[in-house]
């Protein structure tokens, strides 16, 4: 970590006092930067979600019709990795750019993009009306999505840990995250019963009405942000000029150890929950016989259990310490692996539900609670935001990114190898399980070489690295 060293974790009550004598960001700010930061993770996640669930389930014979069903998935999901391929280079220009003229600005623009990206993927004729064009728009479009998405957590959690009272960041720096757990509630929701009112989604419009929704979700969020105030930490920052201007090997080489280690944190957290928003239910689906709309719900529930989990892993973050709750968090996600993708791979609702609320909604997002205040406490305020974009993108690539696309191919394959099977890709629970426990251990690795930055002060204008 660079910058000053780690403070230890002070008692409750004096973490309490120190928050009233050293905080003054009046109660409504601190509400209205909490609602509008949930808002923009509500409409990012909510693209996020409603992208998985439409790989797993329609976008395959939508936009690569010749390629059969099994390729039609990979494909699918291989433009869900497009988005995440190019998160870092969103993640850097907009960060810097968030470091540079404000938190407020760069998340004006995320949000939007994001949005505008979401709504015209509803629009695009698919490839039975303009053929090779609707896969490459697609793409384009993903890509759209990806550059917003690249900045728009990281200011969140930055915008809110620098909001938020010391002593209380982990609470209050989790509170946005619920938004990543209405995103994809409202996803799932929205698909389950477009699901339900037609059966055969394929055929029709009604795939394209989720998508199209996003301008609602647009509409409040960029409204919100127009009014909300710059964080008190960027505010001092500008006060006494430490805005610094590094290039990007000056930038790697005074925080890349920091970047490292924090990559190593994100791939249990992106990995896992990126396999079991996306991958989950196109196993069910595809791979076990389950119903779409059935394997929709599993999702929903424990998308509840999921908030929950994020802020009990925010909270006990306040009271335990960032890394040791952390660290907790990926031994629950590393050692439920295997039961959980075997309880999947039975097909039976309540015993997958329960299986997910507790690999997913509890585990993984434990681990994301823990992450939203002590991803920015890792950064010194002159690249706070550039650091935590480099840190959540750079390594989304190789954890959230191309997990369903492996996890896709493991499926396939193994059922490749077990066409005699009523479900010949039923066994892939296996390796599926496996692939989340070895992420897991990388995260659980990776917790000791972090110092646990807790409460420190973020708005020293010494401190710029």
Request: hydrophobic share 50%; aromatic share 12%; with cysteine.
């Amino acid at each position: 970590m660079t910058g000053t060293t780690a403070q230890t974790a002070p008692s409750l009550a004096a973490r309490a006092a120190h928050a009233l004598a050293d905080h003054h960001v009046p109660i409504t700010d601190l509400r209205r930067a909490a609602w509008t930061c949930a808002l923009g993770s509500a409409m990012e996640y909510y693209d996020f979600a409603l992208y998985s669930l439409a790989s797993a389930l329609v976008l395959g014979p939508l936009f690569f019709p010749h390629h059969g069903a099994a390729v039609g998935l990979i494909a699918s999901f291989g433009t869900y990795f497009v988005g995440f391929a190019v998160r870092p280079f969103g993640g850097l220009l907009f960060g810097a750019l968030g470091d540079r003229y404000g938190r407020k600005f760069v998340l004006l623009l995320t949000v939007t993009l994001m949005g505008v990206a979401s709504a015209c993927i509803g629009l695009i004729p698919t490839y039975a009306t303009i053929g090779m064009w609707a896969p490459l728009l697609l793409v384009l479009l993903r890509i759209m999505q990806g550059l917003g998405a690249g900045a728009e957590q990281a200011g969140a959690s930055v915008m809110m840990t620098e909001f938020a009272p010391r002593g209380q960041r982990g609470f209050y720096a989790a509170i946005p995250l619920l938004g990543i757990q209405s995103g994809s509630f409202v996803a799932a929701c929205v698909y389950y019963f477009a699901i339900a009112a037609h059966p055969d989604i394929v055929q029709g419009w009604g795939w394209r009405v989720p998508f199209l929704l996003s301008v609602l979700i647009l509409a409040v969020a960029v409204y919100m942000r127009m009014h909300l105030k710059e964080s008190p930490a960027f505010t001092e920052m500008a006060s006494h000029h430490a805005l610094e201007r590094l290039t990007l090997r000056q930038f790697f080489r005074n925080s890349g150890r920091t970047i490292f280690f924090g990559m190593g944190l994100r791939m249990a957290e992106n990995g896992g929950a990126s396999i079991y928003q996306a991958l989950s239910v196109s196993y069910l689906v595809t791979a076990v016989g389950v119903e779409g709309r059935t394997a929709t719900a599993v999702l929903m529930s424990a998308t509840i259990v999921g908030g929950l989990g994020i802020m009990l892993g925010g909270t006990l973050a306040d009271r335990f310490g960032r890394v040791r709750v952390y660290r907790a968090a990926a031994i629950i996600q590393g050692v439920s692996a295997f039961p959980v993708w075997y309880i999947l791979g039975q097909g039976n609702f309540i015993a997958c539900v329960i299986a997910m609320s507790i690999g997913w909604g509890i585990g993984n997002n434990g681990m994301y609670g823990a992450q939203a205040a002590l991803l920015p406490e890792m950064f010194g305020m002159g690249h706070r935001y550039g650091g935590v974009a480099a840190t959540r993108e750079i390594s989304a690539v190789f954890a959230g990114g191309i997990a369903p696309l492996v996890g896709s191919l493991i499926i396939t394959t193994v059922a490749t190898h077990n066409a005699g099977l009523s479900h010949p890709g039923h066994p892939a629970w296996v390796w599926l399980g496996a692939y989340v426990f070895v992420l897991s251990a990388i995260t659980v690795a990776a917790t000791w070489f972090i110092p646990d930055p807790i409460n420190r002060d973020l708005q020293d204008h010494r401190d710029v690295l």
